[in-house]
C-alpha cells in the first residue's frame, strides 16, 4: 500500500509563508492527481490544491495568486508553497494521491497564521 506524511507546516505571522512537503512511499507505481486539501476547526476539509502528473494544476479560489502546488515524481514528492499567507488560512493540511482508483491521505500537518 501507499504512506503519506506530511510536513513543513507551522506558526507564521500574517503576510508570511510556508513549504509543505508530502512524501509517498511504499508500493508507487503511477499516482495521478495528487492534491492539498485543508480543514480548519468546526469546518468541512476542502480542496485547495491539485495537480495532474503532466503538471495541469487547479485552486481554490481563495488561495489563487497566493498558493503554488508542485511536484517531484521522480522523489514521489508533492510540495505547496504558501505566501502571503492570512489568519483565515489556519487549518490542518492534508495531502491526499489516487493511485490505482483508491484514494489516500496523510496524517495532516498544522499551519496556524496569527494576525
Known amino acids: 500500500q501507499v504512506q503519506l506524511v506530511e510536513s513543513g507546516g507551522g506558526l507564521v505571522q500574517a503576510g508570511g509563508s510556508l513549504r509543505l512537503s508530502c512524501a509517498a512511499s511504499?508500493?508507487?507505481?503511477?499516482?495521478?492527481?495528487v492534491g492539498w486539501y485543508r480543514q480548519a476547526p468546526g469546518k468541512q476539509r476542502e480542496l485547495v490544491a491539485r495537480?495532474?502528473?503532466?503538471?495541469?494544476?487547479d485552486y481554490a479560489n481563495s488561495v489563487k495568486g497566493r498558493f503554488t502546488i508542485s511536484r517531484d515524481n521522480a522523489k514521489n514528492t508533492m510540495y505547496l508553497q504558501m505566501n502571503s499567507l492570512k489568519p483565515e488560512d489556519t487549518a490542518v493540511y492534508y495531502c491526499?494521491?489516487?493511485?490505482?482508483?483508491?484514494?489516500?491521505w496523510g496524517q495532516g500537518t498544522q499551519v496556524t497564521v496569527s494576525s
Open positions: 511504499g508500493s508507487i507505481f503511477s499516482i495521478d492527481p
Open positions: 495537480i495532474t502528473y503532466s503538471g495541469f494544476t
Open positions: 491526499n494521491i489516487l493511485q490505482g482508483g483508491r484514494d489516500y
